[in-house]
């Protein structure tokens, strides 16, 4: 009897190439053809194939050779839902001290432990554009986690890169434009990695919208391969070559093949051509098959039930026990399964046989081991450790340096002498706590992070008027308050009297098992939530100094009052966590200076991000819904400059409380060579011959007086009666030979992608009276090129300096082979173009100095 599960043959695709836009434009010179249907590809590349992973292979596969059928199974596959004390967990291996593996979300802290930080979001750290800041984060973060007892961190999150402004994840990733994605991801990453912790990046890929996101009618995202490699798939090859442990395979249909079971993305992309040498595991409950999703790639299924949450119905356990016993899945693929888990274990984890100290499903001291088992007795799971040590103090800073200033006639902010101030707006108080509703699935209250299992319990959250009035008071001002925004005509009666307003607004979103107020994960629009943006223009019509703050997951409508005369500053705070009021407030009254940049575009109207921005919330007919993505890598800035569509806020756009000045750029051209392809691609280090042998099918049963625990999955089997060895049809294409992809050869790629061929250099200058940051961005425009279709300019370079004023730098910026390349479909290589590319440096995407040519 085969291994049960669904399987589909004519899937496992990755759709051909691309690079139309979704408007009447002149595409002579680029294809707008569709091809959903590429080749699989197969066999899963082994992995040890690199020289960085090497010993931790040789201690890998010195373990596993050790281990019987069933032990390598259990090591692959997860107990069940709730079967452990974190949200996954795999099988152990007593004999040889192989503990149970513990992954644990989230990208900005723990999920569901206590006496840990709250740190602000991605989306806010993105907003820093600060690599230290970045790395400084994946360290507090993973220090965090191993000091929990956690293996594996489900974290940090690179897709969704933002294709619908409204899309419900988007602030878990830090930004739309895929080169700060990849350059926040790989910071963290080491930074996690740094504290013997396993990172995951996550979603592979396309995983940009909740709605339709899961199970049988999930949506297809359908992505040509150059947008999959300069869009989607960028930030996870930073990923790879940043030494990510684990990737998380997402819940969508890619070109209409479960991510899950996507050979194509899985084998092909991120194993061969990325030279990924960790572990893929699913999403929970995203992988739709058994054999079929080991064949395409996926080494670990979480959480181990079957199709439905809960169901205890495996695909894999004892079924792959099975598929493996009738050669369903050959024994070499469930050897490099596993030992690409206790490679990475060794090698992130320095094989440490931790335990979890906390439980993810009760608060108290005393609870169940197994709580899915739904009987046993009490134990201790709970033990309280306090693992923030100083990291306060660095969610304070990322809040800070995430804050944004969008706007300040007259250097109304910092606050000086003004003796009368008011604060309006629920968005500035506590609410009913910011744990009043399970994984943060609501808005009230001041908002400091989105919902879904990308959050934490707050162990405290400052709300912004607690410490306003607290620094307001101690510089002898008075602060009066009106939180409820049904009494916008209280607010206003109340604004008229005061010397400077402040009104905060708000907009939140999250994943989509989450629904409040109409919003199912994505936002239904990017209006302002909580009737906001009524009490923002009542406050700005009564007080002639208003300061508008904003706490939002992404972009919102701000055409009531940005251009409204009396607002004369927007402070853009995105989400803060916990340190939310004191960030705030110290940028209020100037002991901090703004220095956030906006990671995405804010547009006048919704339209201008284009036909393909809303998120789709109707199948029609069909049997699951289809995402074209026409306007291929042509999103965010990219689009408005495409178009010429005047944004309100433009991508890299931030105000600080000083000036400063860019001047005497230089670029040189050096490393080499600088041919318009890589050379060959370099040999590897030959992958371990894995020989091992079937065993009797009857050491496969459980053994005698074994005792199960009440609903807790297991690799044996029951009987072996219906075990019956092949010959097994496997999927069309299985024993087709795929040539190495040209542009492999290493972890992340080909190593010549990561060589810098030009160096930029520019001297930054703090113009003005006060202490402060710059971020200088580079950008390379594209005049000259016309074999492909180019953005009229990306970014491709940036660096934060901290000046005194009057002081001066010389920063530089280096360019990668990849970093001046494009995807060539023709080639399947990154491809230096013919032609003139320029480079220009400034201090947003429409804030650049003078272009300097690229000699090629």
Not at 708 to 724: D, G
Request: with cysteine; proline share 6%; net charge neutral.
């Amino acid at each position: 009897m085969r291994i049960e599960g669904l399987l589909s043959s004519a899937a496992f695709l990755l759709a051909a190439s691309t690079n139309a836009l979704p408007e009447p434009l002149d595409t002579r010179h680029f294809t707008t053809s569709w091809d959903r249907f590429s080749p699989p590809w197969y066999k899963a590349p082994p992995g040890g194939t690199v020289p960085q992973w090497k010993d931790a292979y040789d201690k890998a596969w010195a373990l596993v050779s050790q281990m019987t059928l069933v032990e390598k199974v259990n090591i692959t596959s997860g107990l069940g839902w709730a079967m452990g004390l974190c949200v996954g967990n795999v099988g152990s291996v007593p004999r040889l001290n192989f503990p149970s593996l513990c992954l644990q979300d989230g990208p900005l802290g723990i999920r569901f432990a206590d006496k840990i930080t709250s740190f602000p979001a991605g989306i806010t750290t993105g907003s820093t554009f600060n690599k230290a800041l970045f790395r400084l984060r994946g360290e507090a973060i993973g220090a965090e986690t191993r000091d929990k007892g956690i293996n594996i961190l489900l974290g940090p999150a690179m897709g969704p890169v933002g294709r619908h402004p409204a899309g419900g994840r988007n602030w878990e990733g830090f930004g739309n434009d895929a080169y700060l994605q990849g350059i926040a991801a790989a910071e963290t990453i080491r930074g996690v990695q740094s504290q013997s912790v396993i990172a995951t990046a996550k979603h592979l890929v396309g995983n940009e919208q909740e709605h339709f996101r899961q199970s049988f009618d999930a949506i297809s995202a359908n992505i040509d391969d150059r947008t999959l490699h300069e869009l989607y798939g960028w930030p996870f090859q930073d990923a790879v070559h940043a030494g990510v442990g684990s990737v998380m395979c997402s819940y969508q249909r890619l070109n209409n093949s479960h991510a899950c079971h996507n050979s194509k993305l899985m084998n092909g992309f991120l194993k061969d051509e990325l030279g990924f040498q960790g572990f893929i595991h699913s999403d929970w409950l995203a992988a739709m098959s058994g054999v079929g999703s080991a064949l395409a790639g996926l080494d670990m299924m979480m959480p181990g039930d079957g199709l439905y949450w809960d169901d205890r119905n495996p695909l894999w356990g004892p079924q792959l026990t099975k598929a493996v016993l009738n050669s369903s899945i050959p024994y070499d693929r469930l050897d490099d399964m596993v030992t690409r888990i206790v490679a990475t274990w060794y090698k992130y984890n320095n094989g440490d046989s931790r335990t979890p100290n906390f439980s993810s499903w009760e608060k108290t001291t005393l609870g169940k081991l197994y709580f899915g088992s739904n009987e046993g007795p009490n134990v201790t799971v709970n033990y309280h450790v306090d693992v923030r040590a100083d990291h306060a103090a660095v969610a304070k800073k990322i809040a800070v340096e995430g804050t944004v200033l969008l706007k300040n006639e007259g250097a109304l902010l910092p606050l000086k002498k003004q003796k009368k101030i008011g604060v309006y707006g629920e968005g500035a108080g506590p609410g009913a706590g910011p744990n009043a509703c399970a994984d943060r699935g609501c808005n009230q209250g001041t908002l400091a992070v989105g919902w879904g299992s990308g959050t934490t319990d707050f162990e405290y959250l400052i709300d912004p008027l607690s410490q306003i009035k607290a620094d307001a008071e101690a510089r002898g001002a008075v602060v009066v308050s009106e939180l409820d925004n049904n009494k916008t005509s209280e607010a206003a009666a109340s604004a008229a009297k005061q010397d400077v307003c402040i009104v905060f607004g708000n907009a939140d979103s999250g994943e989509g098992f989450i629904t409040w107020d109409d919003n199912a994960g994505d936002r239904k629009d990017l209006k302002l939530q909580r009737k906001s943006e009524a009490m923002i223009v009542a406050v700005a019509n009564a007080c002639k100094k208003t300061i508008v703050v904003i706490h939002s997951v992404g972009q919102v409508d701000m055409e009531a009052f940005a251009t409204h005369k009396n607002v004369k500053s927007i402070l853009w705070a995105n989400l803060p966590g916990q340190e939310s009021g004191r960030a705030l407030s110290g940028i209020i009254f100037g002991v901090e200076n703004p220095s956030g940049k906006l990671p995405y575009t804010i547009a006048r109207k919704f339209s201008d991000y284009g036909p393909t921005a809303p998120i789709t919330t109707d199948k029609g007919s069909a049997e699951y819904p289809q995402a074209d993505f026409t306007e291929g890598i042509f999103t965010d800035y990219k689009r408005f400059d495409t178009y010429s569509i005047k944004p309100r806020y433009e991508f890299g756009f931030g105000l600080s409380y000083t000036t400063f000045s860019l001047s005497n750029i230089i670029i040189n051209r050096i490393g080499g060579p600088h041919e318009p392809l890589p050379q060959a691609r370099p040999a590897e280090l030959p992958p371990i011959n894995y020989n091992s042998e079937l065993p009797p099918v009857e050491e496969t049963l459980y053994p005698e007086g074994f005792t199960k625990i009440n609903r807790m999955l297991y690799p044996w089997l029951e009987s072996v009666s219906n075990v019956t060895v092949g010959p097994y049809p496997y999927p069309d294409g299985y024993e087709t030979q795929h040539p190495p992809s040209p542009a492999g050869g290493g972890e992340g790629g080909h190593p010549a992608l990561w060589e810098e061929l030009f160096e930029v250099f520019v001297t930054v200058k703090n113009t003005g009276k006060v202490y402060g940051a710059e971020v200088v961005q580079l950008y390379l425009q594209y005049p000259g090129v016309k074999e492909v279709k180019m953005p009229k300019r990306q970014l491709r370079g940036f660096e934060k300096v901290f000046l005194d004023p009057g002081e001066e730098r010389r920063v530089r910026l280096g360019l990668t082979r990849r970093d001046v390349s494009y995807w060539s479909t023709v080639d399947q290589n990154w491809r230096i173009p013919k032609g003139k590319m320029e480079v220009r440096v400034g201090t947003s995407c429409r804030r650049l100095e003078k272009a300097v040519v690229v000699p090629n």
